[in-house]
């Protein structure tokens, strides 16, 4: 399994973008990003992962998998500012900032106790409550924890099934 390393983070992505409009999305959501997340839009403003899977807790069995991370869009509804409407729209804490969901599970940053350095939070629901799962103390915490998942050989995968010969 290899995890990210700080190289080649993004496999497709929107434009960088500038420190200005970085600073400007943090005055709007009213917090401070974490760096690193700043640098990687920097590098592609949101976009799809080639480190996309990642297991909830050290131990747990139960792998991830987190297609993209939305970058900051000023007029849309797919990036970190349209999280206000998401958490309106599915009931979500309003102390986050959404940076991916598919409306049964989101990954977030957690701005409930600090302005400046965000839990990173996994949220699900079992149709009635949402849930609440810490996947890293930080954002680059969460970074470590990413990887390609395995890649399977398909040579070396054996059948599940026999096939009768006739």
Request: hydrophobic share 35%; charged share 30%.
């Amino acid at each position: 399994m290899e995890l990210y390393n700080g190289i080649d983070f993004w496999a497709e992505g929107e434009e960088p973008i500038s420190d200005a409009a970085i600073s400007l999305a943090e005055k709007r959501l009213g917090v401070k990003l974490p760096p690193s997340y700043k640098e990687l839009l920097k590098v592609k403003n949101g976009g799809t992962l080639n480190f996309p899977k990642f297991f909830l807790e050290e131990k747990d069995k139960q792998r991830i998998t987190i297609p993209e991370i939305n970058g900051i869009d000023f007029e849309g509804e797919k990036g970190i500012l349209a999280s206000k409407h998401w958490i309106k729209e599915c009931g979500l804490p309003d102390h986050i900032i959404i940076l991916w969901g598919d409306y049964h599970s989101w990954i977030a940053l957690n701005y409930e106790e600090t302005t400046e350095h965000p839990t990173v939070v996994y949220f699900y629901t079992d149709y009635e409550n949402w849930s609440q799962i810490q996947i890293a103390k930080d954002f680059d915490r969460f970074l470590k924890k990413l990887s390609r998942g395995h890649i399977l050989n398909p040579v070396k995968l054996k059948p599940s099934y026999t096939r009768k010969k006739m």
